[in-house]
């Protein structure tokens, strides 16, 4: 991790959308008004999804809001990694880097979106995409992953992630979960689920008949 | 109380004490750089290791760790001294050895611990991360590089001094210590920063590298640029102050000191007047004393007694005063007056004119009403008290005056006379209801036509809400010159039928008009002879017709006493500039001249003079709280105007000559007003 600055350009102002303003009025009500700073986090957070990033005027506009001095929210938008303190790409991909993910292919997924997309940190001359490295993400067991957006897109390879990339491109949306080759549901194990595979389990003929409950109070 | 054992020897503490503070009381130091005992705990430093039994098998961070009862602390461990060298590595790890160039260097909080606790050498053999340089304003001269992220700073801004504009941003290796995008500090005490830094990463920036800590001769003496007589340090090299550092005094300043006293030092070497002068064919042209002083005992000797008058400046000490005060009555003028701003103040009972509760006593009160005062520009140092108080949930706070930021919130209750009967309901409940109500009435309400008046409103306004009371006095009053009341105290006041200092300045008044560093009062209507005693070239000096030359604060032993009435000693820490004397020898020459020798011939045969005319003065650095006092007597009826009340500190950086001789202060005032100075670096 590098020294996080604000942006060289910065917009002229920022206003909260209508929308915004809404989700903002949810966070608030849920803190006592002394302590309304509390919601600093999740009102970074929607500024984020207005704006795809948090802007200089948009940290003042947040301290303004709470009550809070600048350089505080200045502190918590430094601090964690999650706020981007630069315009990012419409399709923000945030590949892990962690160890899981790199033990298995990680580095060629970056090799990757640096062949495709350029410099890591780096918007697109388009404007459509930036690429970064990201600590884990706590999808290990479907390592590699990547994280586009909101969505996470699991067992990637270098050609499915090319394959990611090109579809975003064309304008498509790719379907997020897992990229393996036999197809799974969240972490399930590949090509299918390897035990509780007896269908008596769920039809109920396996289960004995109970003769008594546990636990129950003596008879008078 | 409870009891435990450091190294083995049982102490006393009182419950609430970490363990810190518990092996202190023992007599043990612990090394710290985050700790302070006048901010909260932060715990980041982990310098102050310590081992504790019962508890974990490992070291623990004892500025942190509330010391129990039967609790076993050991400080000298082996498994301590290995944590604490552990950590003085890791701590220099990023720390460059630039100690060669670096103006902590000497009195260097991690150098001095380095060689203490730390190891002997170093197996670090990678890169040291180094940190973009940040600008902090006018006072604080950052080397970021060196910082090791204690959070000193950062906690003294956001909780003594009450601005929030220094954070820490980013995190784990990058963080930084900035203001927000690099703005100035917007505070009066930024100079506290400097001292609390334990390393180089924030000093002085009007002082740096401009000497060693060890070449320098050490003064402890008072300050004056405001009337809270903060205890100083005045640093020496040769002729010239180089530094003010503040001393630790739990009745006035604590351990701070304010912008002004600090880095207004280098105004003691612009501006001086270190050679008489004397005005010929409308010019002013170097003279003798002999010349000088023949000038001015020529028109004393020519003008009626009662066309005679003095007034006694904002920094002037009590000696120079009583030898002015003395001679003036041996020639029998009536005209004498201390108070140059026009305050209509003095007289009658000594706690009528003083902050009664006094400073560390304001503490106490539960509310208080600030009438026509801006305590944060007027005097910070009870600021923060103030704010400390508020701070804590135990004091309300109301004004009457201008509406100012002042670091804490208050009831806004009205801008001039007129509202002091008409406070809001809720605060006249509080204030009614008060344990130890109190109100501070500053300069803004007194120095004004009405303020005889306004005195006598404020007084009864006090006595109905039982402001004095059995055991508590709160009613106080706040001064903005360190010699105000010293000069109250003994008297610099019109005789019978004699002047007050805004009477003697008008036209036709006076025939001689003697000014002992009086600056702040606008004496170009008269067309008197005026004799300016002073230090430096400013407002005073300019229509002078005769300039005798004097001594500054840090030029002469004097007494002051501040507006708690607490006569405290000043020292002298380097001689006056040039020709210059100390301001009570001139007056000593010139009453012979006058032929009126006043009875002294040394400071110490002028202060037992001064003593046993005014035996208040004897008492050094004492003060009684509590005094009873006859609030009726206070003030004169009249009518009230109906302007609003306005502090008497337009621009915190230029109250006086000395200040507005200093560069810095220039500097201060402007980044203060927003434009930010454009540094040629």
Known sequence: MSVRRLAKEQPASFKFSKATMEKVNFWLKKYPEDRKRSAVIPILWLVQKQEGWVSEPAIRAIADLLGMAYIRVLEVATFYTMFQLEPVGKVLIQVCGTT????????????????????????????????????????????????????????????????????????????????????RTTSEPEGGPMTLLDPKLYDGSAAKPIKK???????? | MPIAKVNGVEVEFEPGMTVLQVAERAGHEIPRFCYHERLSIAGNCRMCLVEVKPGPPKPQASCALPAAENQEIFTDTPMVKKAREGVMEFLLINHPLDCPICDQGGECDLQDQA??????????????????????????????????????????????????DIGMISRGESAEITTYLEQAVGSELSGNVNDLCPV??????????????????KTETIDVHDALGSNIRADARGPEVMRVLPRVHEGINEEWLSDKSRYAVDGLMRQRLDRPYVRRDGKLQPATW??????????????????????????????????????????GSPNLDCRQDGAWIGGGERGGYLFNSTLAGIEQADVVLLVGTNPRLEAPLLNTRLRKQWLAGKMRIGLIGEQASLTYGYDYLGAGPASLGKLSKDFAAALKGAQKPAVIVGMGALARDDGAAVLKAVADFAAANGVVRDGWNGFNVLHTAAGRVAGLDMGFLPRAGGLPAVDMVKKGKLDVLFLLGADEIDASATAAFKVYLGSHGDRGAHGADVILPGAAYTEKPGLYVN???????????????????????????????????????????????????????????????????????????????????????????????????????????????????????
């Open chain 1, 100 to 183: 899981p993910c790199m033990l298995r292919g990680s580095e060629d997924l970056m090799k990757v979106c640096k062949e495709k997309i350029g410099h890591k940190d780096h918007m697109s001359a388009d404007g459509l995409f930036t690429w970064q490295e990201v600590e884990c993400l706590g999808a290990c067991s479907n390592a590699p992953m990547a994280q586009i957006n909101d969505y996470y897109y699991e067992d990637l390879t270098p050609e499915t992630m090319a394959q990611i990339i090109d579809d975003f491109r064309a304008g498509k949306k790719p379907r997020p979960g897992s990229y393996a080759a036999q197809r």
């Open chain 2, 200 to 217: 180089g990463a924030l000093t002085h920036r009007p002082w740096a590298f401009n000497y060693r800590p060890w070449e320098l001769k």
């Open chain 1, 213 to 220: 409950l546990p636990n129950l109070p003596e008879p008078a």
């Open chain 2, 563 to 681: 507006t708690e009435g607490r006569v405290q000693m000043a020292e002298r820490s380097i001689f006056p500039k040039g020709e210059a004397r100390e301001d009570w020898a001139i007056i000593r020459a010139l009453s012979e001249r006058v032929g009126q020798t006043l009875p002294f011939d040394s400071l110490a045969a002028l202060r037992a003079k001064l003593m046993a005319d005014h035996p208040g003065f004897g008492q050094v650095d004492y003060v009684a709280p509590g005094q009873p006092l006859n609030l009726k007597a206070l003030g004169a009826k009249g009518s009230l105007g109906a302007a609003a009340f306005a502090s008497p500190v337009k621009d915190f950086y230029m109250t006086n000559p000395i200040a507005r001789a200093s560069a810095t202060m220039a500097e201060c005032s402007a980044a203060a007003s927003g434009a930010r100075a454009m540094a040629a670096e």
């Open chain 2, 290 to 331: 002999a010349e000088a002083l023949g000038a001015v005992a020529e028109r004393f000797n020519a003008a009626k007694p009662n066309k005679i008058g003095a007034i006694a400046g904002d920094l002037q000490d009590a000696e120079s005063m009583k030898a002015l005060m003395d001679l003036m009555d041996a020639i």
């Open chain 2, 115 to 164: 060689v203490g606790y730390g190891r002997d050498g170093s197996r670090y053999a990678e890169n040291k991360r180094a940190v973009d340089e940040k600008y902090m304003g006018p006072t604080i001269k950052t080397v970021m590089t060196r910082c090791i992220q204690c959070t000193r700073c950062v906690r003294f801004v956001s909780e003594i001094a009450g601005v929030e």
